[in-house]
């Protein structure tokens, strides 16, 4: 095992900080959030889970897709899309799954999403591994773990004098420039094996529960219709696209076209034009939500559409509880 | 969790009679939450209404729920019957949406509940609660514990909170509120959980907007707060859930307490503690509108 001493670590993020655009965990008025920063002392080393997941660098929640200059009958069109290198630091393997998730969508399928593939590319994920499950944590039962390295490109986990290392990708590599370390004997002990496993259902077996409408108004009755479980997933990846004119001067008129995040909670999610809603009901919305992360998206994509970061539940104002939900399936087949 | 025993049977007993004599089709009230406290439940038949439960954890307001139940699920019926339990800020709600017309007092039987006020999942007495004087719902069809005589708590300014923000220069002010908004994800879960927040497409969400797009920037959030402060002015009744539910933490109640202030001020009115027939800005008196 190879390790850096804390002085080393933040020796080396404080270098970090000044080479690329680094994300990572930081103290915002009393949250803990991944957030740009200027310099490594701002970056949390203990922290829980991050209260908002990563996706917002690789889908933010808004981003100009194209800049249009009208006059006249000239138009001119310029995409955007920033070019620097960002590194995001104290990554919580659960966020880095999420992006896996995000992957067999975005990146997988065709056409491949251009903005997301440009900002996953320029975006090395270095993870520190959650010393524990936090509470509604159950990553350990969708395929996770907390300190699982699969989708990280290096994973970093505390140990006794200092931060474990381990190399996970090049890409990973090649920012560990400037990082002193030394090797240790012995492995670190996974951590989570013991952890409570959620019964996890197969999507046919779902698909056998649609029409159990009592079971499903009992979870969804109480849904607000607000976006929280949504805006905080890590997988969920809905957006809505919308022009909007930002200035007229001088006879041109400048346009913008952005991606905004959307979430299928929401009461207008599935109106269509001439005003008809397919998903009027709050049952029917929170059912969707769950057949998507469990049924649809593995069907559909190949993957779990939930990294079991539990955001969700602790998030949730009148806890509606994905692990409820899914003990609630798996019972009823 | 701490459950009242004696009330929560008092409860279930009242959702019992009421369900099995078709008195209503449905009960809102309070669950035990696989996660230790209580949450929102809807209870159709009589059988279950051992469900249901009361204790300091009930801390949501059930009246936003009461937009659901509106209409009937099948085309052509006619609205249900419902009965809610309702504690005294939850009452006040109800007052606001039957005085604009959004209720109809003969569909809804009020559990009205006496109140000690309530606390989060860690113990701690909600602030709301904390400079809350109101023991007694003002509606209710029964009420349910022991009715104290006079407000147990006095609460000498319950506005006092305000005046760290308000004696800010302007300019530090801003920034204080930028500061907040800025954290804010535009999940809407302070309108949603809003009693008073029943727009069929809110104006902040609407496809051709003027005011306001569908960005989740500062601007937008900026006059999404300030909007729908404004828009609750004299109608906002203090149950604070937009700020309990808020996942960023925004001292929304601030903002909304500041309005409810400047109301009673003005016209010695605070929303829903009457039962008035006309929203206080529809009123018109010898002199014309109070405003």
Known sequence: MMVATLNGLQDWLQDLAQRYDLIAPCNVDGHV?????ASGDEVLLDYERPELSAKDYFLPATEILLQVEQQGGQVIQEEILPDRKQVIFGLRPCDAHGLAAIDALFLKQDPVDRNYAHHRARTVLLGLACPQMWDGCFCTSVGGAPDDPTHLDVLFREV?????????????ESVLEGLTLKERKGKPSPSGADAEKIPLASSQEWRSLFGRDQMWRRHGERCLSCRICTYVCPTCRCFDVADRVVAEQGGVTHIERIRVWDAC?????????????????????????FFCKFCYYPEDF???????????IVSCPVDIDITEVMRDVAGAV | MPINEPLTQQVREQARQLLASNQVTCVIGYEKSPRGGARP???YDATEADRL???????HNLVTYLHDKKTSPRRG?????VAIVAKPCDSRAINVLLAEQQIERERIFVIGMVCEGTQDHTGEVFSRCARCADRVPVVYDVLLGESPEGPSVSVDDVFADLSAVEEMPP???????????DRCIRCYACRQVCPGCYCTTCMFERDDGLWVDIGIELPQKHVFHLGRALHLAGRCVECDECERVCPMGLPLSLLNRRLVREMETLYDYRAGREESLTPLLFELGEEGSPI
């Open chain 2, 77 to 81: 019926e006619e609205p249900p019957h």
């Open chain 1, 160 to 172: 006794n004098g200092g931060y474990g290392v381990e190399v996970v990708t090049e890409k990973g």
């Open chain 2, 41 to 43: 439940a809807f209870i």
């Open chain 2, 171 to 181: 300019s530090e002010r801003l920034s204080f509120w930028l500061r907040e908004f």
């Open chain 2, 53 to 59: 439960i009361w204790g300091p954890d009930c801390f």
């Open chain 1, 33 to 37: 959030l991944y957030r740009p920063v």
């Open chain 1, 265 to 289: 909670t929401s009461t207008n999610y599935r109106r269509a034009a001439g005003g008809h809603n397919s998903r009027p009901t709050k049952p029917g919305r929170i059912r969707n939500r």
């Open chain 1, 302 to 312: 190949g993957a779990l559409g939930c990294v079991g970061c539990g955001r969700c």
